[in-house]
């Protein structure tokens, strides 16, 4: 599978340079841009990947890309490149999202190393956004009171609780519990939890942790007794 990394960078000869390196990687494209502005009039268009940044540019500056890089979430692995980084402003670059901050001149095996190692992240990452995607998706089919029981599965209550909760039967419960699983093709109680995990849903309306997810994964039945 080709990798696109892309090189902003307002010196013609470190993209030269840049280039003549990344092209010799096998199954990775390079494109390169003089300045920010080029690289965010086509952001919206090109494939995902990773973002080898130069912080320091006239006019739009890395700084000013990577808040405007804050409408394509997941799309790309932002590794700021500067010749002039301080610990501040390496501070600020991680806190809008960079993957890993570079200062030039960079060693070529630690480069390629973190090209690589941004690639890969960028690729769980977006593994996991379409997991999301396709689990909301999933959701959206249930119905109002299909959602309900499925919070208060959520909640570890058992069907007799559920039912007492909504003011409906046992009975329904156990039908609504079999409808979502069916809707939601699984067949056991963690793999339901998975998905709405994955959909953003957790116990009392909370975000889930990873601890919560990974304990949900191996498996909690008891979380919800019949």
């Known amino acids: ?45 090109v494939d995902p990947g990773v973002l080898l940044l130069d912080l320091n540019m006239p006019r739009l500056g890395g700084m000013e890309v990577l808040q405007a890089l804050r409408a394509f979430p997941g799309k790309f692995a932002v590794l700021v490149l500067t010749g002039m980084g301080t610990v501040p402003r390496a501070l600020d670059a991680m806190r809008d999202g960079v993957f890993d901050f570079l200062e030039k001149p960079c060693p070529v095996e630690q480069l390629l190393d973190t090209v690589d190692a941004a690639h890969a992240d960028l690729a769980l990452k977006r593994e996991a956004i379409a997991g999301a995607d396709k689990a909301k998706a999933q959701i959206d089919t249930l119905s109002g009171r299909e959602r309900d029981v499925l919070m208060g599965l959520l909640d570890g209550l058992a069907n007799k609780n559920i039912a007492f909760a909504l003011d409906i039967s046992a009975r329904t419960v156990e039908i609504y519990r079999a409808n979502l699983m069916h809707k939601l093709q699984v067949r056991s109680l963690p793999a339901v939890m998975r998905i709405a995990f994955a959909a953003g849903m957790a116990p009392g309306g909370q975000t889930p942790r990873t601890e919560d997810l990974s304990g949900i994964m191996t498996g909690r039945d008891r979380l919800a007794p019949i």
């Open 1 to 45: 599978m080709t990798r696109t990394t892309y090189l902003v960078d307002d010196d013609a000869a470190v993209r030269n340079a840049m280039r003549g390196l990344l092209d010799l990687q096998p199954d990775q494209t390079l494109l390169d841009f003089g300045s920010g502005e080029a690289f965010l009039d086509v952001a919206g268009e």
